[in-house]
């Protein structure tokens, strides 16, 4: 598929351009993101459909499962194609309960480095994101010495970039004064807009900001705008969200997830469509109800 059907590419470094509809590998393990597949073929299956669409990028945590996700790509992909990147995340792990406990200690990041390695059967890891914060916000303070741990790992050549995940803007500079960043993964979509000035900052920079959660979190209200906007343009609301994400700014990266080679195919589906002016004035209203 041309890129240009994917949203375009983004180039971040000289060994990392990233097609702009990526591709989410969560949904890939079981509920609650633990334990295999509902149907490990149809997990296989997308996968190699992602490929086969010209997608660039996945994302990934060794946490997925926990193992369970990076061995699929391992199995379903590897040897991998060398324009595909997988961007992988450390900071958590999962506890027996299924909770995801903060795991941000020297200890923890490196044994972090070297699963995500050794499960998807790689020498180097292309991108690993430094997860820190809560789930949607940002938590005040320093990631000065988790990311160090980061850095000299990517000193020693297990990682060739590094991002940060769940942080605000004065914790991107930090890191930035540590290593070079080239991505960052917050909470951001159509309906909650708290991040637009680091959105807009990244794009000045030429930094990826890639927005989890991309689909969630709408009032009934703003849900019916989608819709309306939507019928409009005969797509899906799901695809308009992830269009107006795409349109809203240059370096933003996309990583929808889902375990169906249909709903994979109706999401890269998004990237071609353009809203015109009204309906984004439509859309970007959503954000201040």
């Not at 980061?150 to 540590?178: F, K, P, Y």
Request: charged share 20%; hydrophobic share 40%; with cysteine.
């Amino acid at each position: 598929m041309p890129t240009a059907l994917l949203g375009g590419s983004l180039k971040l470094a000289d060994d990392l351009t990233l097609s702009r509809m990526g591709y989410g590998a969560m949904q890939l393990a079981g509920p609650g993101v633990w334990g295999p597949p509902r149907d490990r073929g149809e997990a296989v299956a997308v996968l190699r459909e992602v490929v086969k669409c010209g997608i660039t990028h996945i994302d990934t945590s060794d946490y997925y499962g926990p193992h369970i996700v990076n061995e699929l790509i391992r199995d379903a992909l590897h040897p991998y194609p060398k324009e595909l990147h997988v961007v992988t995340k450390v900071g958590a792990r999962r506890a027996p309960d299924k909770s995801w406990p903060v795991a941000l200690s020297r200890e923890e990041l490196t044994t972090a480095v070297h699963d995500n390695l050794k499960h998807l059967r790689l020498d180097t890891l292309d991108v690993v994101n430094l997860r820190v914060g809560d789930f949607d916000r940002p938590t005040p303070g320093s990631i000065a010495e988790p990311f160090s741990v980061l850095a000299a790992l990517r000193q020693q050549g297990l990682i060739r970039h590094l991002g940060v995940s769940n942080v605000s803007a004065e914790q991107l500079t930090e890191a930035q004064s540590i290593a070079p960043v080239v991505c960052v993964q917050n909470n951001y979509n159509v309906a909650s807009r708290h991040d637009s000035e680091l959105v807009s900052r990244c794009a000045r920079e030429g930094i990826a900001y890639t927005p989890y959660f991309p689909l969630g979190g709408f009032t009934p209200l703003q849900s019916a705008v989608l819709d309306a906007v939507a019928s409009r343009r005969g797509a899906s609301p799901r695809q308009v969200a992830l269009a107006w994400l795409l349109q809203h700014s240059p370096t933003i990266l996309l990583i929808p997830g889902t375990s169906s080679v249909g709903h994979l195919r109706e999401n890269i589906a998004a990237a071609a469509i353009k809203l015109p002016a009204d309906a984004i004035e439509e859309l970007d209203r959503i954000g201040a109800r």
